[in-house]
């Protein structure tokens, strides 16, 4: 019986953490709206260190449409820029010697299409994850009724698994949704 609690304990942490992953990826795509988090995938060589901005400067956002970066050391200004260029994010950064002021371009209808997919694509990716933490259980409930639990047990337990995979993907839809809708907004 505890076997099975183990089992179960662990497909529900491995869907959790899907669930955690799907947030974060949706987080670093772009709805038209500016954030820190577009910049995440974007390092600089701070000293031979190689950094992600938010490690070498204040990155903030006073509006929806505006990204300041303000580095605690302005002699890596021009560093950051260039990092910024070459990530090839589409944004063009303006460094005034003091900050660098990204101005966020509106999405074109095409651009939010791809977007859209994009997110359709990471939920889906999402929902293998969690139905392969599904069967990956099913498979050890089974090993289990071999070895001698009973198999009630192992079918109630079962019935758990399904319906937490049920719940997830629920939920991942539900995610997804909120994500196209944002990216589809004007």
């Known amino acids: 019986m505890e076997e099975l609690e183990l089992v179960l304990d662990a497909a529900r942490e491995g869907m959790a953490s899907a669930i955690d992953h799907l947030e974060k990826e949706l987080g670093k795509v772009r709805a038209g709206k500016a954030s820190p988090a577009m910049l995440d995938s974007v390092k600089v ?75 359709k694509a990471l939920g889906e990716n999402s929902k293998v994850v969690i139905r392969n933490e599904r069967r990956d259980a099913i498979e050890e409930f089974k090993k289990l009724k071999k070895e001698g639990v009973s198999e009630d047990a192992t079918k109630d337990a079962e019935q758990q698994v399904h319906k937490t995979h049920e719940d997830y993907i629920k939920k991942i839809d539900e995610i997804v949704a909120v994500k196209e809708k944002e990216i589809m907004t004007i």
């Not at 509006?63 to 260029?85: G, H, N």
């Open 45 to 119: 060589d701070y000293y031979g260190v190689i950094s992600p901005i938010s490690q070498v400067a204040n990155v903030t956002t006073p509006d929806a449409k505006t990204i300041f970066i303000q580095p605690w050391d302005k002699s890596v200004l021009s560093i950051i820029e260039k990092a910024i260029m070459a990530a090839n994010l589409g944004f063009n950064p303006a460094n005034n010697g003091e900050v660098i002021r990204i101005i966020v371009p509106p999405l074109t209808e095409e651009r939010r299409k791809q977007l859209a997919k994009q997110v």
